[in-house]
């Protein structure tokens, strides 16, 4: 027949489809066991799934282990200043709505330094995908305590344990007004972590999901328990909520059901994180204002508008 | 097998039952009824009422398939009409076109982008030109020219000679394809009247459309080989603009290659941005042209030939194919199946959603390609719909549904496809059809669909067919389907009958004349013939079974004689032995001697074995093999629950020796030997998921086993 055969020199037509090398960078330099390395894969395989075209996808972060996350993306990326992940992001999507926003930032990047970024980054509600890797404890410094960090943690600033209760990230943003995605997901249940990620990949703004992370360097002891026991976590679970696969739902052992449309339950849930931790979506309001359609309203404007729209406000200053 | 149907409600067919009527009349009726038989000549012209098939009702299925609508997002709907094929044919070619532009014209505008930034680079005075463009408003405080030589460049040389005409040349012809993108999708010959028609009520408007002329396989063959050298030349620049504008042309390599490129070198998908080139032929002109045809076939130019058969019943004012006697059917189907190298359809209208896929492959298909196609329509000659005509044209194998791709290759199965016809297991159709008798009483009968019982469908074809009042009914009377099976022998006396239906749906048999037999027996010879190649029905296959299965018997036999025969050997052999012991025993008792009785064990439990020393020695040889046998089962080798690994490279960087990432990325064991067995156990006790299970140590000769084992247990 026909020489059908590919040869050397063929060149694959554009429908050809992005496979997970297209995504992956070089080797992520995170410690061996580290829990970052399942969500970068979790990531890579999304982008993949979604076949986010790489030229039209950024991630932006800012200081610590979790942000070095952008190098390991074959994709566009921001390593920002320390807690700046949010602004730096909320301007690329502000000016280029055609652009896959995913923000990657940690518990000191998000809930101390850049705190008050978060505040505002939740009410704009920019169509993008947080992810916050709270490991409770600041590792590329080699373990001092985070804002997250559970009472009496033993580390370099407090050798004697901390005595302050630590920021629940997940109540916080549900008390922030226009907060529109609320989740939570664990680093080492994989099928969770993925469809987690994907639920808050399709919601229309902002979707913040706090990855409860290993440190197996600085924080052994603190989750190794967890991770070992069945009991410790409890998944939300609604027909609205995270969808898992009905084998993967059956490897846990606690299951409850939360509606997410439901903001005071929610709040409650996020309540009651002491004997279990809740997994799943707490909160998810798809009609909630988004700042980034406002910013994209005059986008499209030709040079010679431009120029004149500049020109008429120079002319107001002429003497 | 298509479970048998039974007529619908509200259809209540009649069916009366006289008394047998005397001798007499009985005999000068059949001897009538023969002649009738041998002739088709009806010596009485009795006022006999319009009837026609009794059994087109049970070839309805729940819903007509039209009007046709396709699936979602492709937008057609259409009726049973002689327009039909071609307005699937256009939708197809419009879709098509849809397709390409969506897929190709973004990548060739993107190319074009791409050759003019290159040959930017070139231009210098270009900087300049551009800069006052965008900063014209300023121009009274900025020096252009002093700015230009400030702006980086990124390539400072100029380009080579060479390479600055390919570029231009690729440049050129790539914005010419843009118009080859935009406007007509395919070439269509087609005759002068059709080529008209198609003008004037607008159908194929996107298509080019060519008056065939004398030999139009030669024609279009002509005319493949003109369009796809220029369709070859877009591909050329194509592919030379992508690995220009990607920086991987190599004039070492690439020069060479692309000199010699023809459209042999084009890949599948190109191709399918090719315009097809369709010819619109009659099936009577095919077979006055089989040498141009055969010759435009093998020459393997991915031609498109739509054949439409006008030879058809179905075909009103038509000559149609009715009498095998005469003239045995010509197939165009199984002439070009023999080609080998053609995609080959065969279809009429009943199916339209296989029709269009059936199309549409065909134009996908980088093989030549030959659909043969039959046309129904309304016809005033029948009561019947038209798509129910259509469907008995399939089920009374007068036009069975073909499929053939050369290009799926390997196995004869996958390239040929019978199974889209009605019960294609079968020789015909089978059916049971409701009749009442009485007002109470119903009757079920059996039938088959045979090519008879569709030519019955037109009333003007029934009438050739004798009524038999039923009076004259004797066992004689033989379904025409039976019929066709009886053996020569078996023949004489009888007669062949079918079910008609007047229009008071009272039923009737009726006789059916031999040249009718005659042309059922030879569609079936071909109905037999697609089965066969089909892979039902297939003797080879059959005989192979049969002998098979004789081969089995005699070896089950063969077994049981044996076992049977040892069964009886070890039987009288335990008899034999339990009276020696029995009688060693006695003996002991009476003479109250231990040393017999000591010796004597051994040699029983050893099955009468002659020698005590050598028989020990043998169990010793055979127990240690045992041993290991009964544990070897135990042995559990370590794996990895794939599913709940995390990705984390614990285990891969500490020792990858033993674990590796499979393709979704989750940690896997390749080969357990690779490995310490306290390796394993360590890397399950780091693995944060706990989803490694080192099972038990495959060396048993490592130190520390027991704790080890310890270890490893709660991972298990």
């Known amino acids: 027949m026909i020489a059908l055969k590919p040869d050397f020199c063929d060149v694959s037509l554009p429908d050809a489809n992005y496979s997970m090398e297209d995504y992956s960078s070089s080797k992520a330099r995170w410690c061996s066991g580290c829990g970052a390395h399942t969500i970068l894969h979790s990531v890579q395989k999304l982008c993949q799934e979604e076949q986010l075209p790489p030229e039209k996808t950024v991630f932006v972060s800012g200081i610590g282990c979790s942000s070095r996350f952008p190098h390991y993306m074959k994709t566009y990326g921001f390593h920002g200043l320390h807690g700046r992940a949010f602004p730096v992001a909320s301007g690329v999507k502000f000016r280029r709505p055609d652009l896959h926003v995913f923000v990657v930032t940690g518990d000191g990047d998000c809930c101390s330094i850049g705190a008050g970024h978060w505040v505002h980054a939740i009410r704009y509600n920019m169509n993008m995908v947080v992810m916050l890797f709270d490991n409770s404890i600041y590792g590329l410094t080699k373990k001092q305590t985070s804002p997250t960090s559970p009472m009496g943690t033993v580390s370099n600033t407090h050798p004697a344990g901390s005595i302050l209760p630590p920021i629940n990230p997940i109540q916080a943003t549900l008390g922030l007004p226009n907060v529109s995605f609320v989740a939570q997901t664990a680093d080492w249940k994989p099928a969770h972590l993925h469809a987690t990620l994907k639920k808050a990949y399709e919601h229309p703004g902002l979707s913040f999901v706090r990855i409860v992370q290993r440190c197996p360097i600085w924080m052994k002891d603190s989750y190794e328990p967890t991770v070992k026991d069945p009991d410790a976590i409890t998944v939300l679970d609604h027909e609205n909520g995270i969808h898992l696969e009905d084998k993967d739902l059956k490897k846990f052992r606690h299951v409850t059901n939360h509606d997410p449309s439901d903001i005071l339950k929610a709040r409650e849930m996020a309540e009651v994180v002491k004997e279990t931790t809740p997994i799943g979506l707490f909160y998810q309001n798809k009609e909630a204002s988004r700042y980034d359609e406002y910013g994209a309203h005059n986008l499209g404007i030709s040079t010679e508008d431009r120029i004149a729209a500049v020109n008429s406000l120079m002319d107001r200053y002429a003497i | ?716």
Request: hydrophobic residues 35%.
């Open chain 2, 1 to 716: 097998m298509e479970s048998n149907k039974i007529a619908p409600e509200g259809q209540q067919i009649r069916w009366k039952v006289e008394e047998p009527a005397s001798s007499f009349e009985m005999d000068s009726f059949w001897k009538e009824l023969r002649h009738f038989y041998r002739t088709g000549e009806k010596k009485v012209k009795d006022e006999s009422p319009e009837v026609s098939s009794a059994l087109v009702h049970l070839l309805e299925d729940a819903e007509s398939p039209y009007p046709h609508s396709m699936r979602g997002e492709k937008e057609l709907s259409i009726s049973l009409d002689e327009r039909t094929p071609y307005l699937i044919l256009n939708h197809i070619l419009n879709e098509k076109r849809k397709e390409n532009q969506k897929k190709f014209k973004n990548r060739l505008s993107e190319l074009i982008t791409g050759l003019n930034n290159l040959l930017h680079v070139e231009d210098k005075s270009a900087d300049t030109r551009e800069l006052e463009a965008t900063y014209d408003f300023a121009d009274e405080m900025i020096a252009f020219d002093k700015l230009v030589a400030m702006i980086p460049h990124s390539s400072g040389e100029a380009l080579p000679e060479e390479r600055l005409k390919r570029l231009k040349g690729v440049l050129a012809t790539l914005t010419s394809a843009l118009a080859y993108f935009s406007d007509q999708v395919a070439t269509i010959v087609a005759e002068k009247e059709f080529v008209n028609k198609a003008e004037d009520e607008a159908i194929f408007q996107h298509s080019m459309l060519i008056t065939a002329d004398k030999d139009p396989f030669l024609q279009t063959q002509q005319l493949f080989s003109k369009e796809i050298q220029s369709f070859s030349e877009i591909i050329k620049a194509y592919r030379i603009a992508t690995l220009e504008v990607n920086g991987e042309y190599h004039d070492a390599v690439h020069n060479e290659y692309f000199e010699h490129f023809t459209w042999h070198r084009l890949l599948e998908n190109e191709l399918n941005l090719f315009h097809p080139i369709v010819l619109l032929i009659g099936h009577e002109f095919l077979f006055d042209h089989l040498t141009s045809f055969s010759r435009l076939l093998a020459s393997n130019q991915p031609v498109n030939i739509l054949v439409l058969n006008h030879e058809l019943i179905s075909v009103p004012g038509s000559i149609s194919w009715e009498d095998a006697s005469h003239q045995f059917r010509q197939e165009p189907a199984a002439l070009t199946i023999s080609h080998r190298n053609v995609y080959t359809l065969q279809a009429g209208m009943d199916d339209p959603s296989f029709l269009y896929k059936g199309l549409e492959n065909c134009l996908k298909s980088v093989a030549p390609g030959v659909c043969h196609l039959s046309l129904s329509m309304d016809d005033s000659r029948t009561e019947a719909a038209s798509y129910l005509i259509a469907r008995g044209e399939t089920a009374g194998r007068y036009f069975p549904k073909i499929l053939y791709d050369p290009l799926l290759d390997k196995e004869w199965s996958e390239r040929f496809d019978m199974s889209q016809n009605i019960q294609s297991d079968t020789k015909w159709p089978l059916y049971s059809m409701r009749a009442s008798t009485s007002e109470e009483t119903e009757a079920m009968i059996d039938v088959a669909f045979t090519y008879a019982d569709y030519k019955a469908i037109f009333p003007e074809k029934a009438e050739e067919l004798m009524l038999i009042p039923s009076q004259y009914y004797t066992e004689h009377l033989v379904p025409l389907a039976d019929y066709l099976e009886l053996d020569e022998e078996r023949l004489y006396g009888k007669i062949p009958f079918i079910w008609l239906v007047d229009l008071q749906m009272n039923l009737y048999r009726a006789a059916v004349p031999n040249v009718w037999v005659v042309s059922c027996q030879e569609r079936l010879d071909f109905w037999s013939f697609l089965q066969e190649i089909g892979g039902i029905n297939k003797h080879h296959t059959r005989q192979a079974l049969e002998s098979r299965e004789v081969d089995m018997q005699k070896m089950v036999a063969d077994t049981k004689a044996t076992i049977e025969a040892e069964y009886q050997q070890k039987i009288s052999r335990i008899e034999e032995e339990a009276v020696g012991k029995a009688a060693e025993q006695l003996i002991a008792v009476l003479l109250d001697e231990e040393d017999i009785q000591v010796n004597s064990i051994p040699s029983t439990q050893e099955d009468g074995d002659a020698e005590p020393s050598a028989s020990t020695e043998e169990k010793e040889e055979i127990s240690t093999p045992v041993v290991e046998r009964e544990e070897a089962p135990a042995i559990e080798e370590a794996w990895v629950e794939s599913d709940d690994c995390t990705t984390c490279n614990e285990c891969t960087d500490k020792f990858p020796n033993l674990f590796k990432y499979n393709d979704d990325k989750q940690a896997y064991i390749e080969d357990a030997s690779k490995g310490t067995y306290a390796e394993i156990v360590k890397a399950a006790e780091n693995c944060p998921a706990a989803c490694i299970h080192p099972g038990l140590p495959l060396n048993q000769n490592e130190p520390n086993l027991d704790a080890l084992i310890k270890r490893a247990e709660k991972f298990n």
